[in-house]
């Protein structure tokens, strides 16, 4: 019986300038699809995170002036 010969190719490669050419046009077509809130929604958010920001630094101060005190006053006993 006769042998078969099989020839085999080499994959195909783009070049680098094709390859970042598709990369970026995915990324246009991805950023097509985002829906951007309005400015509403923004304001709304923004006022939100810096309301609750300031609440949470406020709590943070309280509490490092309370553990400051006690220390403060437990020290007192050691002297």
Request: proline letters at 3%; a positive charge.
């Amino acid at each position: 019986m006769g042998e078969v010969e099989t020839k085999t190719t080499a994959p195909k490669k783009d070049g680098f300038g094709k390859r970042a050419a598709s990369f970026w046009n995915g990324v246009k077509a991805e950023y097509k699809k985002i829906i951007w809130p309005d400015r509403d929604t923004i304001v709304k958010q923004l006022l939100a995170v810096l309301v609750v920001s300031v609440i949470t630094g406020a709590v943070i101060a309280l509490v490092d002036f309370g553990f400051q005190n006690l220390i403060d006053f437990l020290t007192t006993f050691q002297a």
